[in-house]
């Protein structure tokens, strides 16, 4: 299983708010603990649903938009669709609990 793409302050209005579809991005930083654990859950339904596309934000380097977005803890995830933040996920969650917040986006297979 890959690595998430990274996404940048620079870069993300076109690769999240301009997307054509759903797009996770996992607000992270890489001292932060629990946002290890959720990163293999994260590829994994990242390999399972290629119609979302998934990518991760430092946010010790992306401050603008993890303010931007009240991002206070870590790991935070937020599913966008439409250019807006239709659902957020804070703190390290099972698999389970991201399938169920995010039934409507992941279609049948959830």
Known sequence: MSELPEVTDSEFQQEV??????????????????????????????????????????????????????????????LFEGGEAQDTVVGARPKSHFEKSWAQWLGSTA
């Open 17 to 78: 708010l301009n997307a054509n579809g759903p797009v996770v991005v996992d607000f992270w930083a890489p001292w932060c603990g629990p946002c290890r654990t959720i990163a293999p859950i994260l590829q994994e339904m990242a390999a399972n649903h290629e119609d979302i596309k998934f990518l991760k934000l430092n946010v010790d380097d992306n401050q603008k938009t993890a303010i931007d977005y009240s991002v206070l803890s870590i790991p935070t995830v937020i």
